[in-house]
């Protein structure tokens, strides 16, 4: 192999003048460039929204008519509405950016018979390209020659395990040299690399938040519906008589009462605390319509490593001839205990087990690195693997160093993909030697190399196949002693079996309760990863995504599974991050919402597709991290549950807030319709209309925002996708609620126009007051101290309410007259049916519910 390698070293690869030739033609070795949006586009696109039409309609007219103050209110609600959303747009334009942080900055090149050092930018096809460790390769390349090399491809394909490459093998732009070295010849660059794959997909526009396709669909009801009930009131006030001046400004008022214009200020400002409140429990967001979408998800399609693994490799069990050992313990931290029969062992007490151990940490050439701050992890330098054995030997007893310094290695034969093993002599006190040979166990448990019975040999291969079927990637461990200089013999002659090693990416201790309130909560969960299937469904089955006989889809036949194995499986294997588009689609043309968890380059495109996505903070890419919505600080999928608590909490205070809203739009629309039937020409003026529309839907509406979530939010399935924000009985709640707020304050009117009262005043005042506190019993949890905001905004709101009657410059203004305080004590009183109003309802609703 090293003689391959030396004679491709010597090729000359391309000169100087063909590398600059092919780059005139194909373009640097770049990723593309995100297309600039120009800041008019991002605006006019926010502008596009139905309930932001509907208020532009109405600063027009109302410029018309000279009222300049509502004019100047509902423009600035539409001013910060679209930064917030521009702002939002523009950060999550940054995921194709973070994708050339990822490949080299520059490459070792043959150009002219000699190595150079060039920009990766400037590598073309028929580059020859010289690896070694660490080195991140620059494109895409075929393997020419290889002396045991080894690439991490996990943030690429998502597997936990580096891969073997040898001659004919593809290494692809942007994955790490971990061991040893080679030469290759590169074949694709730029946009054609997996890479520029990736970022090509990357470019799918991500999708509208259910939130927003609900809004929107809200927005378009109630901008018919308030146009056409408006027209009906100007029409009916102008054939009363009433001036056309007069009636166009009540219409215009009543179109702002009707439309809850406040509403993306309450939506804003709910998704805002509902990301603090997220970011407090270590789930940070990037976008904030992901806050409500977490509470509409059906289907959490989850990566494996990292997620719902440790993300590092750890020996799990150990067997020899004589018996077995359980490992445990976390990461690549060398603390932890073996266990035999349920008790600790060490290696006086298990000396078959230390055997296994010394000479799979003899046979190893990986280091483990201290944590550099105690809230820092172990660290491993090397191949994960055999990190994996050098953490597991002080579980046992046994010191890494001074095992390898009382049996110096004096040679070594590399692992190589052909060989599939690894061989490494150690001179012996004694003067002799002792080889060790480590490897696949279909490779080492073979008559051929190993001197040991038949029954033993078939003992040994029989639990080797049980551990790969459980999800184990197995090592089996073999040596011999020497009494003369292995140099002069076969190495591989009278090998004896040590035993075998069972290594794993272990699933998170708090997988299983995830996965369990996830299904709680009506969510599915579904696993999707590169690794192996056999891997992939043990740790599915551990989690609690599948039991044990449940389907697992190999991704390499996921065509002949179709469009309904797609929405019907859970684990999926072998995935590709043109696959995990596939099935994510699949899903969401079922009508379900979808959550996709990642943290590798592979999982930036199904990050971007999903309705949101979930990005690891700690081991996650920065490609992951800018495609997502929503980054887990801890990596702790149990923080996404908690955050599509705080999703539920946003969506149920965002119908609480419409249900009051629009109630009250209803009921002084429906005033004015019923007033002229009932003998009051015109109940209300426009600055009245106007006045209480800005004390209720202003401060009040906007600190129900703050409202807790319902106790069991989360023991209750997630909304149907298809179904409206206004479903699920809220619109009937609506008319209910609006009705009696009409009925009290068209009763007040009758009454005290009957009597010589102030009618319109006292009818100005009812509908205020009512509408406050509807908002008072439309609390969560009435009585508590939760949301102090809200109680503090109504009783100010009143107080605004009570100075249109008394203060001189507002009756002015609004066209009042002060009330007498028996009378008003009067509409006090009816008014707080408001309150019994909204209670009653709720029970009305769970009732029928």
Request: overall charge neutral; glycine content about 10%.
């Amino acid at each position: 192999m090293a003689s391959d390698l030396r004679t491709h070293t010597a090729d000359r690869g391309l000169s100087e003048a063909q590398a600059q030739s092919r780059l005139e033609v194909d373009g640097p070795n770049a990723l593309p460039a995100a297309p600039h949006v120009p800041a008019w586009r991002r605006v006019s696109a926010q502008l596009r929204d139905p309930l932001i039409l509907v208020l532009l309609v109405a600063i027009a007219l109302t410029v018309a008519t000279g009222d300049w103050t509502d004019a100047a209110v509902i423009a600035l609600v539409i001013v910060v509405n679209t930064s917030v959303g521009v702002a939002q747009e523009i950060k999550a334009d940054r995921a194709i950016a973070a994708l050339a942080g990822l490949t080299a900055p520059e490459a070792r090149v043959l150009r002219d018979g000699g190595q150079r050092l060039v920009p990766a930018a400037e590598v073309v096809v028929g580059d020859v390209l010289v690896l070694a460790e660490g080195d991140i390769v620059a494109a895409d390349a075929t393997v020419a020659a290889g002396a045991a090399l080894l690439v991490d491809e996990a943030a690429l394909t998502g597997e936990s395990v580096p891969v073997d490459k040898d001659a004919g093998d593809t290494v692809s732009a942007g994955t790490v040299v971990v061991r040893g070295r080679g030469v290759a010849e590169v074949v694709a660059t730029g946009a054609a690399s997996a890479m520029g794959r990736i970022a090509a997909l990357m470019s799918t526009r991500s999708q509208r938040t259910p939130l927003q396709r609900r809004l929107m669909g809200v927005g378009r009801a109630l901008a018919v519906v308030a146009v056409v009930l408006c027209t009906v009131v100007l029409v009916l006030g102008l054939l009363r008589g009433e001036s056309v001046e007069l009636m166009a400004v009540t219409a215009i008022s009543l179109v702002v009462a009707a439309v809850p214009e406040s509403l993306p200020a309450v939506v804003t400002l709910a998704l805002a605390l509902g990301a603090r409140r997220m970011a407090a429990r270590r789930a940070l967001v990037r976008r904030l319509p992901a806050v409500e979408t977490l509470g509409s998800v059906t289907v959490l399609a989850t990566d494996k490593t990292g997620t719902l693994t440790e993300g590092s490799m750890a020996v799990r069990l150990l067997w020899t001839p004589v018996g077995e050992g359980v490992v445990d313990g976390n990461g690549y931290a060398p603390h932890g205990t073996v266990r035999r029969a349920g008790r600790p062992v060490n290696c006086d007490g298990a000396p078959d087990l230390a055997g296994l151990l010394r000479a799979a940490l003899l046979c190893s050439d990986a280091e483990l690195r201290a944590p550099d701050t105690p809230e820092a992890a172990w660290t491993a330098l090397g191949d994960p693997t055999e990190a994996a054995l050098v953490a597991a030997a002080p579980k046992l007893g046994l010191a890494p160093g001074e095992v390898r310094a009382s049996l110096p290695r004096i040679d070594e034969r590399p692992f190589d993909s052909v060989s599939k093993r690894m061989t490494t002599v150690h001179r012996r006190p004694d003067g002799g030697v002792r080889v060790i040979c480590k490897g696949a166990p279909e490779v080492l448990l073979h008559p051929r190399l190993l001197y040991e019975p038949t029954d033993l040999i078939e003992l040994a291969t029989a639990k080797a196949d049980e551990l790969a079927t459980h999800g184990y990637r197995v090592l089996a461990v073999t040596a011999a002693d020497h009494d003369t200089d292995a140099r002069s013999q076969d190495w591989d002659a009278e090998l004896r079996l040590v035993g075998l090693i069972g290594i794993q990416d272990p699933a998170r201790p708090a997988a299983a309760g995830t996965i369990a309130a996830c299904r709680d909560a009506g969510i599915t969960p579904v696993l999707i990863t590169g690794d192996h299937p056999a891997t992939a469904r043990a740790v599915a089955v551990d989690a609690g995504v599948i039991p044990a006989d449940g389907e697992v889809v190999d991704c390499r036949r996921l065509v002949a599974a179709g469009e309904d194995g797609m929405r019907r499986a859970r684990v999926f294997a072998r995935a590709t991050p043109e696959q995990k588009l596939d099935i994510i689609s699949a899903r969401q043309r079922a009508g379900d919402i979808v959550a996709m968890t990642g943290d590798g380059v592979n999982d930036g495109p199904a990050l971007r597709r999903a309705d949101i996505g979930v990005a690891m903070g700690k081991r996650g890419t920065e490609v992951a991290r800018q495609a997502a919505d929503l980054v887990l600080a801890d990596d702790d999928l149990g923080t996404l549950v908690a955050a599509a608590e705080e999703g539920r909490r946003v969506y149920a205070n965002i119908r609480r807030f419409l249900l009051y809203a629009l109630s009250g739009g209803a009921a002084e629309i429906a005033v004015m319709l019923a007033g002229p039937f009932l003998g009051l020409p015109l109940v209300l003026l426009p600055a009245q209309i106007l006045w209480v529309n800005l004390l209720t839907h202003g401060l009040p509406g906007v600190a129900m925002g703050g409202e807790p979530a319902p106790p069991d939010v989360m023991r209750n399935p997630p909304r149907p996708p298809a179904e409206s924000v206004l479903g699920a009985g809220l619109w009937q709640r609506v008319l209910r609620v609006g009705a009696v707020i009409a009925a009290l304050t068209l009763g007040v009117a009758v009454w005290a126009e009957a009597t010589g009262r102030p009618w319109q005043s006292m009818a100005f005042f009812t509908l205020g007051a009512t509408q406050l506190a509807v908002a008072l019993g439309s609390r969560a949890r009435p009585g508590s101290r939760t949301n102090p905001m809200l109680p503090v905004a109504v009783a100010g709101a009143l107080a605004l309410q009570l100075a249109g009657l008394y203060a001189p410059v507002l009756n002015d203004l609004l066209g009042t007259v002060p009330v007498a305080l028996p009378d008003l004590l009067v509409v006090g009183v009816l008014s707080g049916l408001g309150y019994a109003a909204i209670r009653l309802d709720r029970l009305v609703r769970r009732s029928s519910s």
